[in-house]
């Protein structure tokens, strides 16, 4: 089985060297950050090179196509993940990259099992991976395979919906990059703070704190380019620098300046946040 990044003819939100990324249905905004294709290409990649991905709060399902079909489960996670640079040792792999929650409102099981794991997903839904494989299968076109997920996942979604005012909350955090806590929300949605901890533990599996911490250095790492430090702190609402390289390290395993130094061994996700 075989697949090829040129069979994808539909819109897409950019290509790199070696990503497609595409946008989910209407359906799946709340739900998917983006579909993702990655490709090789003619650049020599140094034999037992990895990648270090940073920690997304979201998960993902990948798509192999290998001798059989392959379908795994990324969970959400909260450290440095890392992985075999393959990108241009194997052929196109086909990725759903989720917004924090979305995995849930797939499989509708606790998040806690798959935070910073892999698993395969017939360990969680065999049913639906054997719907998955019957129908890739048959297909030989990107543009089928994305077209089919959609349909998939849409209908799954209906089956596990998110309670709206933590998913509010979640959005906000996300878009806003607001550091808040427990307290906070609890106050707004006249909850108590043991709910919204039910609730964030449902569905990302951790405490509102430490996911606002994983959001922000997020969008930090996305305005690295400017490469000034103190600039970013202020920016983001950290205490001083000292604070923020604390965060920082305590998130990404290593401080700002060694991973802008060695920025090209890390895989930040773009579009998740």
């Not at 996670?77 to 890392?82: G, K, L, N, R």
Request: proline share 2%; aromatic share 12%; charged share 25%.
């Amino acid at each position: 089985m075989e697949f090829h990044v040129d069979s994808y003819t539909g819109e897409i939100l950019n290509k790199t060297n070696n990503h497609l990324y595409i946008k989910p249905c209407k359906e799946l905004e709340h739900v998917v950050a983006h579909y993702t294709i990655t490709f090789q290409n003619n650049e020599t990649i140094p034999e037992g090179s990895v990648l270090h991905l940073i920690p997304d709060v979201s998960g993902c399902f990948v798509f192999r196509f290998l001798d059989n079909f392959v379908l795994s489960v990324w969970g959400p996670t909260t450290e440095i993940v890392t992985v075999k640079n393959d990108l241009n040792t194997v052929g196109s792999k086909f990725f759903v990259e989720f917004l924090p929650g979305g995995l849930y409102q797939v499989l509708g099981i606790d998040i806690s099992e798959t935070v910073d794991k892999k698993y395969e997903l017939q360990d969680f839904n065999k049913e639906l991976f054997e719907e998955i494989n019957k129908h890739v299968n048959t297909m030989t076109t990107f543009d089928e395979i994305v077209e089919k997920v959609n349909t998939i996942l849409t209908r799954e979604v209906r089956k596990h919906r998110i309670d709206q005012c933590i998913a509010h909350w979640i959005n906000r955090i996300i878009k806003n990059k607001e550091n808040v806590n427990t307290k906070q929300i609890a106050e707004d949605l006249g909850f108590s703070e043991r709910q919204i901890t039910r609730y964030f533990n449902r569905y990302v599996d951790m405490s509102v704190k430490k996911f606002s911490k994983i959001v922000r250095i997020n969008h930090v790492i996305e305005e690295f380019n400017q490469n000034n430090f103190t600039q970013l702190a202020t920016h983001h609402d950290y205490f001083d620098q000292a604070h923020f390289n604390h965060v920082f390290k305590e998130i990404c395993g290593k401080s700002p300046s060694h991973y802008l130094k060695n920025m090209s061994d890390f895989y930040n996700e773009i579009y998740k946040f």
